[in-house]
Nanobody
Framework: RVEIKESGGGSVQAGGSLRVACAVS????????MGWFRQAPGKEREGVAA????????SYADSVKGRFTISRDNAENTVSLQMNGLKPEDTAMYYCAARLYGGSYYCRPDETTDFGVWGQGTQVTVSS
């Protein structure tokens, strides 16, 4: 069974940086697709970034390209999202999720329904 627990997040002023991370337990970590998603109040959940744990291939939403970096530490079974140049519109609950099939194939944060295991979320608030 795969379980996910997020950490990090918090509050920062616009232009600042935050890092969120998730710890993944379960024997399938070595070759899965991990994603970060976010949901702001009154809005649909949207994909932010994804990484294939086996190959390290990454994918980003256009809204965060050049500002956010997703990475993985396979020794620690963790996936992190470094967020720089934060904007008030980045304010949301951030969720880490795992897609347990397909390995690195089309590992993108496009389809939230492809990700079957989710963490509880961690809040990121950016003030102007």
């Amino acid at each position: 069974r795969v379980e996910i627990k997020e950490s990090g997040g918090g509050s920062v002023q616009a232009g600042g940086s935050l890092r969120v991370a998730c710890a993944v337990s379960g024997s399938t970590y070595s070759s899965i697709c991990m994603g970060w998603f976010r949901q702001a109040p009154g809005k649909e959940r949207e994909g932010v970034a994804a990484i294939a744990t086996g190959t390290g291939d990454t994918s980003y939403a256009d809204s965060v390209k050049g500002r956010f970096t997703i990475s993985r530490d396979n020794a620690e079974n963790t996936v992190s999202l470094q967020m720089n140049g934060l904007k008030p519109e980045d304010t949301a609950m951030y969720y880490c999720a795992a897609r347990l099939y397909g390995g690195s194939y089309y590992c993108r944060p496009d389809e939230t329904t492809d990700f079957g295991v989710w963490g509880q979320g961690t809040q990121v608030t950016v003030s102007s």
